[in-house]
């Protein structure tokens, strides 16, 4: 009998059970003697083919390749070509290609599509794996870790297209990521998971960063402040943006606003506010021009 892939050979019509046994035979022994020579089975996962282009700028990926892994190391670019789906690789075939170097790898299938694009690139460090629905090809992609913008999850589509938001750390943000749209208008920022804090010893005008902040007046300076609101012509926030104002200090710390207008919640009085010494207030934009803001200690 001549030598056989497992994946030749007709299946059994039952599927073991856990705990079974597989029986090898010794095709070599010809004596169907009781005993034979003892030898060992070796299991091995196709651990893939390096593509290097300093040998070659091209890969071809063939039928061999099922489950490998397929490297890119080199700084100058690469062409691989996936072959037909539908004509040489089955529905479930799959193999993983990676970048690791500098020049990008660009992947075509040759009439057949990738994420419905006709071609996929993967720059450095980031990688793919590839499966064939027998017709086309779909991928699951990211980023290795250490690259640039290591928390990304690359979705189907466009090699650029991103998950709609990733998590920040060190600001404790969700940031959307740009170029990507959705549903949700997220304003480039979904918010913190704290209220941060700004503290303040001089008088201080808000700025872009401050939205969903406190701005914190501490007990060491010991001297009134006036902190303001900077109008929309400034600083465009987005309707909905919050700031909050925290006085630790016996002298009062004034709230005030440019050109736009701040009412003061309840009886709808306008013009600057003063906050008391452990006084809180916060002032939410009500539309494009106009803020509310309530508190305690606020008059």
Not at 21 to 35: E, H, K, N, R, W
Not at 178 to 189: I, Y
Request: proline share 3%; charged share 10%; net charge negative.
């Amino acid at each position: 009998m001549a030598n056989q892939q497992w994946s030749q050979f007709t299946e059994l019509t039952e599927i073991p059970a856990v705990g079974d046994l597989f029986a090898v035979a010794d095709i070599s022994d010809t004596t169907d003697a009781g005993t034979g020579t003892s030898k060992k089975v070796k299991g091995q996962f196709a651990v893939g083919t390096v593509v290097n282009a300093q040998t070659g700028t091209s890969y071809t990926v063939l039928t061999t390749d099922f489950r490998k892994l397929v490297t890119h190391t080199n700084a100058s670019p690469i062409a691989v070509t996936l072959l037909q789906a539908s004509a040489t690789f089955p529905t479930g075939w799959y193999y993983f290609v990676q970048n690791r170097g500098a020049g990008a790898v660009t992947i075509t299938p040759t009439t057949s599509t990738i994420d419905g694009a006709a071609t996929l690139v993967l720059n450095q460090n980031e990688g793919a794996l590839i499966v064939s629905d027998g017709t086309n090809y779909f991928t699951f992609r990211g980023k290795a870790s250490g690259a640039t913008g290591v928390g990304d999850v690359v979705g189907p589509g466009s090699a650029t297209d991103k998950a709609v938001a990733r998590f920040n750390s060190t600001t404790g943000k969700l940031i959307q990521n740009s170029g990507m749209t959705c549903a949700d208008d997220l304003s480039g920022e979904i918010g913190y998971i704290n209220i941060p804090q700004n503290s303040q010893s001089a008088a201080y005008t808000t700025v872009l960063a401050d939205r969903g902040k406190h701005i914190f007046h501490p007990s060491t300076d010991a001297n009134a402040r006036t902190f303001t609101i900077d109008s929309n012509a400034n600083v465009p926030y987005a309707v909905g943006t919050a700031i909050t104002f925290v006085n630790m200090t016996s002298q009062v710390v004034t709230i005030a606003i440019t050109s736009d207008t701040m009412y003061l919640a309840g009886p709808g009085t306008t013009g600057s506010r003063s906050l008391a010494q452990y006084g809180v207030a916060t002032a939410i934009k009500i539309d494009s021009t106009h803020w509310l803001i309530s508190g305690t200690g606020l008059t």
